[in-house]
């Protein structure tokens, strides 16, 4: 998968932008760039959207399904997702949220953020933390310009962020695509995390520890994007809430 935001829709943590990719004689590219690297990576069963300016999505479906490591796409009503993985509670899960036995993972996590979004009473973090199984995801709402991403805690799905030459924000699970077009600029996504545009990063495994960004350096020596990791000293005031008594620019606030 895929996806690419313009820095104006999206608000990663600024420790993982290097100083040293402008330095380096191996510069970011810019999007349209990784976007074509990554179609050129993968020269079949591709499939990608863009949003004018604001996004791009892609992703490359497999010759078979299923598979432990499906990839999924899915829109609906203005909202979009990239699914990689697969979620052994899928059922229980379509049950809970009133979808139909055939609904895939991305169909239910495009409710669940649906759900959230307009009408739901409960954390987000408790929302991801329902879900059993290897898995990663990218949502975007081109209504709100919202973003919203996570990663399993299990480490059967890879995922990868950085920064592009334009500011604009770069996830995929193709390593190599995230290293030629964010230079140093790049990391692994955390597991166990979930980033909203304008929430921030925050652990839906511990929701109440605050998040530390720590230095990462590669084989050359050189500084590149940090990890980030929950601080087990150090607490927020209250759990972010998504709901009809609060919204997304509250998860980040505390």
């Known amino acids: 998968m895929l996806a690419i935001f313009h820095k104006a829709f999206a608000n990663p943590p600024e420790e993982l932008n290097s100083p040293a990719s402008h330095k380096s004689p191996k510069k970011p590219k810019q999007p349209e760039e990784t976007l074509n690297d990554f179609l050129s990576h993968h020269p079949h069963n591709t499939f990608s959207m863009s949003f004018g300016n604001a996004a791009v999505l892609a992703y490359v479906r497999h010759e078979s399904q299923p598979s432990i490591n499906q990839r999924l796409f899915c829109g609906f009503d203005d909202m979009y997702c990239l699914f990689l993985g697969s979620l052994n509670n899928l059922n229980m899960l379509n ?132 990890n980030f990791k929950v601080d087990v000293y150090s607490r927020v005031n209250s759990i972010p809430r998504v709901g009809s008594e609060t919204n997304w620019t509250d998860w980040g606030s505390h």
């Open 95 to 226: 049950r809970q949220y009133g979808l139909s036995k055939g609904s895939n993972e991305a169909m239910f996590v495009i409710e669940a953020y649906r759900t959230l979004r307009d009408r739901g009473p409960y954390p987000a973090d408790q929302v991801v933390k329902d879900l059993d199984g290897s898995f990663a995801f990218v949502i975007y709402d081109s209504k709100t310009g919202t973003v919203f991403a996570a990663l399993g805690s299990d480490g059967g799905v890879k995922l990868y962020w950085g920064i592009s030459a334009d500011g604009s924000v770069v996830i995929s699970d193709d390593l190599e695509v995230i290293k030629e077009g964010c230079a140093k600029s790049f990391a692994p996504f955390p597991k166990g995390f979930m980033f909203h545009s304008e929430g921030g990063l925050m652990s839906f495994e511990h929701p109440m520890n605050k998040i530390r960004a720590m230095p990462r350096v590669d084989s050359e020596g050189v500084i590149c994007g940090s």
